[in-house]
């Protein structure tokens, strides 16, 4: 399990790493995933997707970047101390990350941080940098059912702005029609797929995949 790699962790930070694998799949995504060539997570926190990926995926090359220091320096720790050698972190936002050519790029939770003309530059680099093939990966959170949207949004703003758990100020949301209209116009085939049954949030996953 991921989460045993936190084990040594400070409290907090074992509460916040827990307490997000319960409330997101993330081995939902694992089917999407492929066995070789190089995976991108941008926003990656403490890097549970990068080392679900890693440890699922041996053959795959992982790269996870994240804004906060504190989130990486742990991640490098432990993958230096779990011998996970097929993953590397680094420190930088999204719009920083020098993307490597890749066969899957991922953006858990994090593109509602960024602004929106900085989102739709930010996507394009990467679309510019996935192999033909390759799947292009936003996961946010759908404006239905309502009464998910609502506490979502509330959650999150106790969390980025009381709680201090992301980066970040303000929220750049977008309706599901939005995300997929978004992914059409820089040239992927879209869809969506549902992930909120048995959870509190409106997970929501796109998937852009790069046909020519
Ligand atoms: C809700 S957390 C999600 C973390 C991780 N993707 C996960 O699913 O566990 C949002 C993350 O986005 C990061 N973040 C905020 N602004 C960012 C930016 N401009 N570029 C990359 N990451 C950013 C925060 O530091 C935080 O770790």
Redesign the pocket.
Known sequence: MVTALFDRAPAWTRFHVYG?WRL?PFPALLPYAPTTGVAV??????G??PFLLATERPALRVFG????EK?IALAQDIARQSHIHNVAFSCR???DTEIPECDWLSL???LY??PYDDQRRLLERAVSRLRRGGRLLIKEVSERPAWKAAWTRAQELIAVRVLHL???HSFYFRREAEWLSLLSSLGLRPHAVPLDAGYLHPHVLFIGEKTS
Do not use: E, T, W, Y
């Open positions: 997000r997101f997570d941008l926003g990656c926190g403490h549970l997707l970047s994240d804004p906060d989130k936002s999204a719009q858990v939770d994090m941080l960024v992301s980066q970040g």
